[in-house]
């Protein structure tokens, strides 16, 4: 069984910051890459970050000099640091994970989404 969790979400005033955390939990499986997805009501799901298992970084431009996605892999855990918040960023924030699962026979890899958390920014 395979899981993971977002957390970090809330409410937050225009100019602060705020740090999401996702965990993947399981057994025999790597985490690839890490991304982070938002959407906004009446809006389409949109790539926000992505951190690749070299630690090599790509940014929305929305979100560039402010956001920051990291990955602590002895944990399993990404992270994205948000500074200089704006209303804008107001959304439900989504993990996604392309995991390697290592069996036996096998090796395959899958894609997984988080529940999601909420992020409000008030002006």
């Known amino acids: 069984q395979f899981d993971l969790e977002e957390s970090g979400g809330g409410l937050v005033h225009a100019g602060g910051s705020l740090t999401l955390s996702c965990v993947a939990s399981g057994t025999s499986f790597s985490v690839n890459a890490f991304s982070w997805y938002r959407q906004a009501p009446g809006k389409q799901r949109e790539l926000v970050a992505v951190i690749d298992n070299n630690g090599s970084t790509t940014y929305a431009d929305s979100v560039k000099g402010r956001f920051t996605i990291a990955r602590a892999n002895d944990k399993n855990t990404a992270y994205l640091q948000m500074n200089s918040v704006k209303p804008e960023d107001t959304a439900v924030y989504y993990c996604?994970?392309?995991?390697?699962?290592?069996?036996?026979?096998?090796?395959?890899?899958?894609?997984?989404w988080g529940q999601g958390t909420q992020v409000t920014v008030s002006s």
């Open positions: 996604n994970a392309d995991i390697i699962f290592s069996g036996s026979l096998s090796v395959y890899s899958q894609d997984y």
